[in-house]
């Protein structure tokens, strides 16, 4: 398997421009995460899918930022309109399954598969 | 929600010996994972070992193991005979019944030839 794959590799745009971050998980995981990284706040997760569905968006900063999951092998993440602060990487991740399913916990035994991430600069 | 705490910003260790990264987090739960991540300056998230709570034994994995005090709520990673491949950044993460993975904040970790 490809492992999780992301793209663009590195985006570089002017504020208030509307940014689409792309991601294609590992083939059979019904579990999708999207996590932001910085210096100040670490890794954040933002929101995660089960089976395409959005189950917890909590960690979405504010409504500029949406996602969606169109099918099991596709997920973006939109940021619209970006500001400087949305400087970050962006890391998708999916799983087999997940701890809190007691079903799936013998699926659950390698953590989430991280893609190489999205360095996005927003000037 | 969990947390994870890594109280090592900066580590460094000698080519060929063994150094060990702290972590400690904070549940209520009794049935969880735990992680050691290593992103290199690729910056891509590598696996480096897991430990479930509910096996006492510590886990291994060639040259990384992990001490797991799970009264203590403490996930220490021992990597021996380090390596310059070595050299990155650590994370410790955490997953639960009720939380998503959750990460400290990382360890730097220096190799010098």
């Known amino acids: 398997d490809a492992g999780v794959i992301q793209s663009p590799r590195h985006e570089v745009t002017e504020m208030g421009q509307e940014v689409t971050l792309r991601c294609k998980p590992i083939?059979?995981?019904?579990?999708l995460f999207w996590y932001r990284q910085t210096m100040m706040r670490g890794l954040e997760l933002l929101i995660y899918?089960?089976?395409?569905?959005?189950?917890?968006d909590s960690g979405m900063p504010e409504d500029r930022f949406s996602a969606k999951m169109p099918n099991a092998s596709f997920s973006t993440l939109k940021i619209q309109p970006s500001e400087p602060r949305d400087s970050a990487v962006y890391f998708c991740?999916?799983?087999?399954?997940?701890?809190?399913?007691?079903?799936?916990?013998?699926?659950?035994?390698?953590?989430?598969?991280f893609g190489s991430g999205t360095r996005l600069t927003v000037v | 929600a969990q947390t994870v705490t890594q109280s090592q910003p900066e580590m460094s260790v000698q080519e060929a010996e063994t150094v060990t990264l702290s972590c400690t987090y904070d549940?209520?739960?009794?049935?969880?994972?735990l992680f050691w991540y290593k992103q290199p300056p690729s910056r891509q998230m590598i696996l480096v070992i897991r430990?479930?709570?509910?096996?006492?034994q510590n886990a291994t994995e060639n040259r990384f193991s992990v001490n797991f005090q799970k009264a203590a709520k403490s996930f220490s990673l021992k990597i021996s005979d380090s390596q310059l491949g070595d050299a990155a950044m650590y994370f410790c993460?955490?997953?639960?019944?009720?939380?998503?993975?959750?990460f400290g904040a990382g360890t730097r970790l220096t190799v010098k030839p």
């Open positions: 993460a955490y997953i639960g019944v009720v939380d998503d993975m959750r």
């Open positions: 991740a999916s799983s087999l399954g997940n701890l809190g399913q007691g079903f799936y916990r013998e699926k659950f035994d390698f953590g989430y598969t």
């Open positions: 083939s059979g995981h019904d579990y």
């Open positions: 899918f089960n089976n395409n569905v959005p189950i917890d």
């Open positions: 549940t209520s739960e009794s049935d969880y994972y």
């Open positions: 430990q479930e709570a509910y096996k006492q």
